[in-house]
């Protein structure tokens, strides 16, 4: 008789250790952003602010493009969508609290089916029909005036209170910089559990060879419409803090050009890590304040530095830091053994 022999599992302390590693240095983050909250200069404290609400958005890029190999020209719809949403129900009389939630759950139901639609799509055809969607929404967001307001944007009237919170510490740049900054630590952790879930797994074999995982059985239509229905939801998340922060929506927050940042933040931090993306949206949000300030021509900076670290770094500032690190521990494996 044939004998069933079975991989060792995998030791539990490594993993154990990687996981509290990563909670360890997101709480440092969080505790930080905190403090300069509550010590920084209102100016700081509110770039911060924008800074981790937009580093959101380039984390749902980030997860789609590291989890489907997916590149994505449209996450300013999903963004815009939260951001209206936010909006529209704020001025209806459905309560603030559940008329958010039923947006979030309408926002990843609408991409969820889209996913379920152009699940065959690839490259540079996805990235194109995610442009034309992106675009789609920013016609729509221009010319229904009777919803949005069309070209003159539209006012966020706040409630008084949002989950049992006063709404007024929201406008805040230290309220919204603390807000913000938890919401992208609980995104982070989710994304680096799901990763390391067997769905997660499911989806890097997916992203390497879909035929073979089919040839094994899975049906992988349904996962990788959840996975671009979850980025689309981490990008609503992003634009809901938006609205809230700047109590102003307008359509140049769902035109293209939006989408190409948050896409440029992503090739700056890299996918190598799940929080690359978020070193990317930093590194580009303050330049780009920097820059701007410094000279009329930073879009051409910008894009001498975004060559720069394609070329020299393929895996962005993650990547960089990553070989950096393995560098580290290999010096260090050998001076042990010598």
């Known amino acids: 008789m044939m004998q069933c022999t079975t991989m060792p599992a995998q030791p539990a ?25 509550h010590f920084g200069s209102r100016l700081v404290v509110s770039l911060l602010a924008q800074a981790v609400i937009i580093s959101i958005l380039a984390l749902a890029v980030g997860f789609l493009v590291r989890t489907s190999d997916l590149v994505s020209f449209g996450h300013a719809a999903p963004f815009g969508l939260g951001s209206y949403g936010t909006a529209i129900v704020f001025g209806s ?21 889209i996913g379920l639609v152009i699940d065959r799509l690839k490259g540079i055809a996805f990235s194109m029909f995610t442009l034309a969607l992106g675009q789609f929404f920013y016609i729509a967001a221009s010319k229904l005036r009777g919803i949005t307001s069309g070209a003159d944007g539209m006012r966020v009237h706040l409630p008084k209170t949002l989950f049992g919170g006063a709404t007024r510490s929201l406008q805040s740049p230290s309220g919204m910089l603390v807000t913000a900054t938890v919401a992208l630590v609980l995104i982070v952790l989710l994304i680096y559990l799901f990763e390391r879930s067997d769905l997660g797994r499911l989806a890097v074999g997916i992203r390497e060879n879909e035929e073979r995982v089919r040839f094994l059985g899975y ?22 803090l938006f609205a809230l922060y700047e109590g102003f929506v307008s359509p140049e927050i769902v035109h293209w050009s939006f989408s190409g940042s948050a896409l440029i933040m992503t090739i700056f931090g890299g996918t190598v890590m799940a929080w690359g993306p978020v070193t990317g949206a930093f590194a580009y949000f303050f330049l780009r304040e920097w820059l701007s300030g410094t000279t009329e021509h930073w879009h051409a900076f910008l894009g001498v530095l975004l060559i720069v670290v394609t070329v020299a770094w393929p895996g962005g500032l993650s990547g960089l830091i990553a070989k950096i690190f393995h560098g580290l521990g290999l010096a260090r494996k050998r001076r042990i053994r010598g």
């Open 13 to 37: 302390s490594p993993r154990v250790a990687a996981h509290l590693a990563l909670l360890a240095s997101l709480v440092v983050v969080a505790v930080w952003l905190a403090l300069i909250g």
């Open 93 to 113: 009389k459905l309560p603030p609290e559940i008329g958010i939630v039923a947006a979030l759950i309408c926002i990843t139901g609408a991409f969820f089916l």
């Open 219 to 240: 049906r992988t239509r349904v996962l990788k419409a959840s996975i671009f229905a979850g980025s689309a939801l981490i990008a609503a998340v992003s634009g809901m």
